[in-house]
């Protein structure tokens, strides 16, 4: 199978795997197969609590809730692109206390840069910021979608997303990955 490879580093290899999963589209056999590009793309994902709130994105395209974070540029370290993520998307600043929390790994589909799969690797941090958010940096896609950082209450953003994936055909892929992380973060950190 061609692979094409992001910068890694051996050592984000040592990070607790926390899950892998696979979207319907994309079954084992189908990674398995020697005629499949894939693409590995790694993103760093924020853990913000202050007592039972979470800091979360919400995403009017998907009615959903998610971690703050996103893709780490090629010439970064994933501890240098969660900060970034973390402040461009929610305005977070003192960003510190970073912790690891775990890997969630994916396999979806992908149809761009010449390949047709996608494996993502998800890198979760706890980490501590000032209250106060200050102003965000959106990329223009991520304005479109009417992504907005918000404190919300832990079990209500479990509850919101679990109604989205039981009721909605607006849901996007990430809601499955982001309602687990947040019952496993509520389990081991709240």
């Known amino acids: 199978m061609m692979r094409l490879f ?10 607790r795997h926390l899950k892998t999963t696979h979207h319907p589209d994309t079954p084992i ?3 398995n197969d020697t005629n499949n590009v894939m693409l590995t793309r790694r993103a760093a994902r924020a853990i913000v609590l202050q007592g039972q709130k979470i800091l979360m994105l919400y995403t ?9 974070g996103g893709g780490v540029d090629d010439h970064e370290d994933i501890e240098q692109g969660l900060v970034r993520e973390l402040s461009e998307e929610t305005g977070a600043r003192d960003i510190r206390n970073i912790n690891e929390f775990g890997l969630y790994e994916e396999y ?6 010449g390949a047709n799969l996608m494996h993502m690797l998800s890198y979760c941090y706890t980490c501590e910021i ?5 102003d965000t940096q959106f990329e223009q896609h991520e304005i479109n979608n009417g992504m907005k950082p918000v404190w919300m209450d832990i079990d209500q953003a ?9 009721n909605s055909d607006k849901k996007g892929l990430s809601i499955e990955r982001e309602t687990f992380l947040l019952k496993l973060i509520k389990q081991e950190l709240l």
Do not use: K
């Open 29 to 31: 056999e189908f990674v």
């Open 108 to 113: 979806r589909p992908w149809a761009r840069n």
């Open 158 to 166: 479990i509850q919101h997303n679990l109604d989205t994936m039981a």
């Open 6 to 15: 992001n910068y890694c580093d051996s050592r984000y290899l040592l990070m």
């Open 130 to 134: 000032d209250q106060e958010l200050g």
């Open 60 to 68: 009017a395209r998907y009615h959903d809730y998610s971690l703050p």
